[in-house]
């Protein structure tokens, strides 16, 4: 074969290889460019509806979300706090359970503390008040021996829990002083009616430790229950559930140093020292 021969046949191979890949290329790259112009498309239509809105007339009404924030007060108010007074012990006073001595003492009210009155009983003769030893504990004082200041009327009534189960008699004795009666040096005994019945009568000894001389009393033991230390028997016949008085009896055998006494007292359910009757023992000394 001659040489003019082969390079014509190379010419032409070379021109179909290169017709063969200009077809190829060409099916790629017409979809490529449609894709291209699409986006174009997308772009300018964003672009017009921008400029568009932002050639919007002024009186165009456009949607605007306001953000506003609520501020909930909340105040956290114990019960019966509105009205609250203060209050203080004109003596040292027990704070109770309950509006009555038939309930438990939780607290104390001293002679030189403040607190809040937050209610009262119905016949105003007790108040409940913020436990002065406890905060947030609540009790309740007597209103003989404490002192209210502001407007009681104010204060809300509350209701005391059921007062405790208590046994027929029973009731705590504490000596109070010695005073005197007729005459006659007289010991007194204050007694807190703990009980479920009235007390109707007492019997009461007191004894000189010193020389054993004993003395009996009261004068009137179907009468013995006086409301102050300082009055002298008889008194009231009865004491009722829940109440406090005072009993006391003359005794003998004083001496001019201090001496100890001792007590024996007993309070009774019915007259003349008799049906249900408790004896409790308190020791004083005199003078």
């Given amino acids: 074969m001659k040489n003019t021969q082969k390079l014509w046949i190379i010419i032409v191979v070379l021109g179909l290889i290169f017709l063969f890949l200009a077809i190829v290329f060409s099916v790629d790259f ?80 001293l002679a030189d503390r403040q607190s809040e ?53 029973a009731y705590s004795v504490s000596f109070s002083r010695v005073s005197t009666c007729n005459g006659a040096t007289t010991a007194m005994f204050e007694v807190v009616n703990l009980g479920s019945m009235p007390l109707e009568s007492a019997s009461i000894r007191i004894q000189n430790l010193a020389n054993n001389v004993m003395s009996s009393g009261p004068i009137s ?35 001019a140093v201090k001496s100890d006494y001792k007590a024996t007292i007993t309070l009774c359910a019915e007259e003349s020292v008799s049906g249900h009757c408790v004896t409790t023992v308190s020791e004083f000394q005199h003078p």
Avoid: H, M
């Fill in 117 to 169: 009155v937050r209610g009262r009983n119905d016949a105003q003769t007790w108040w409940y008040i913020e436990n002065p030893g406890k905060s947030g504990a609540y009790c309740w004082v007597w209103g003989q021996t404490t002192n209210v200041q502001g407007d009681v009327s104010l204060l809300p009534v509350i209701d005391p829990p059921p007062p405790p189960e208590r046994p027929e008699v």
């Fill in 30 to 109: 017409i979809p490529y460019r449609r894709r291209e112009a699409d986006q174009a498309f997308q772009t300018s239509t964003a672009l017009a509806q921008t400029s568009t809105a932002q050639a919007a007339p002024t009186n165009t009404l456009v949607p605007t979300v306001i953000q506003t924030e609520v501020q909930i007060a909340t105040t956290e108010t114990p019960p019966a706090q509105t009205g609250a007074l203060t209050i203080s012990a004109i003596v040292d006073t027990n704070c109770r359970l309950g509006p009555s001595t038939l309930y438990d003492i939780v607290g104390y009210l």
């Fill in 221 to 255: 033991p179907n009468a013995p229950f006086t409301s102050l230390a300082s009055e002298c028997p008889p008194g009231a016949d009865n004491l009722l559930a829940g109440a406090s008085g005072f009993v006391g009896s003359n005794f003998p055998g004083i001496t």
